[in-house]
C-alpha cells in the first residue's frame, strides 16, 4: 500500500474534534459491553481492518468473551446477544448502512421500548462516531498494528 496522509497531522483540530465526540461517548454512560458492540460491528460492515483489530482487542481486555467477538457477524442467528444487544446491533447495521433506508420504524420503536431517549441519541452518536472514524481510516489506509503472540 502507498503511504498516504495523516490527518493528525495535518488537521490536528479536525482530528481533536473527532476526539471530543470519544471523549463524550466514554463519559456519556453508554454501557462498555454496548459500545464494544457498535464499534466492531460497524467495522465489519465497513471493512476497516484497522478498527476491527482495535476495538476487539479492547473489548476483549475490558471483558469480552471472544466466542460472542466471533459470532458477531451472524448475531442474528446467534442466541448469545441479549436483547437489548440484539437491537443496538439492528440500530448499528441500519444507521451504518442508511444508503438502504436507514433506521428503520420497526427497531426504532423496538428501541424505544427498551432504552429512554437519552440512550438511544447515544446509540445514535456512537455509530455516527465509528463510521466517521471507519472513513478516515479506510480513506488513508491506516494500517492495524499487530502484537506478536
Given amino acids: 500500500m502507498n503511504k498516504r ?7 490536528p483540530n479536525a482530528y481533536k474534534a473527532m476526539l471530543g465526540l470519544e471523549q463524550y461517548l466514554s463519559n456519556c454512560g453508554l454501557s462498555k459491553t454496548h459500545h464494544h458492540l457498535i464499534l466492531i460491528r460497524a467495522s465489519q460492515i465497513n471493512g476497516c481492518a484497522f478498527c476491527i483489530n482495535m476495538h476487539t482487542s479492547d ?3 475490558d471483558g469480552e ?3 460472542r467477538i466471533y459470532l458477531l457477524n ?3 442467528e446467534a442466541d448469545i446477544f441479549t ?3 440484539q437491537v ?3 440500530m448499528t447495521e441500519e444507521i451504518t448502512l442508511i444508503s438502504k433506508n436507514g433506521l428503520s420504524e420497526d427497531t426504532y420503536q423496538k428501541a424505544k ?3 429512554d431517549d437519552h440512550y438511544i441519541a447515544k446509540i445514535i452518536m456512537a455509530v455516527v462516531t465509528i463510521n466517521g472514524w471507519n472513513r478516515i481510516a479506510i480513506s488513508t489506509q491506516k ?3 499487530f502484537t506478536k503472540a
Fill in 59 to 61: 473489548a476483549v481486555k
Fill in 113 to 115: 421500548e427498551i432504552f
Fill in 65 to 67: 468473551r471472544p466466542e
Fill in 88 to 90: 443496538i446491533l439492528a
Fill in 5 to 11: 496522509i495523516n490527518i493528525q497531522e495535518l488537521e
Fill in 83 to 85: 436483547e437489548e444487544e
Fill in 143 to 145: 494500517i492495524p498494528e
Fill in 74 to 76: 451472524a448475531w442474528k
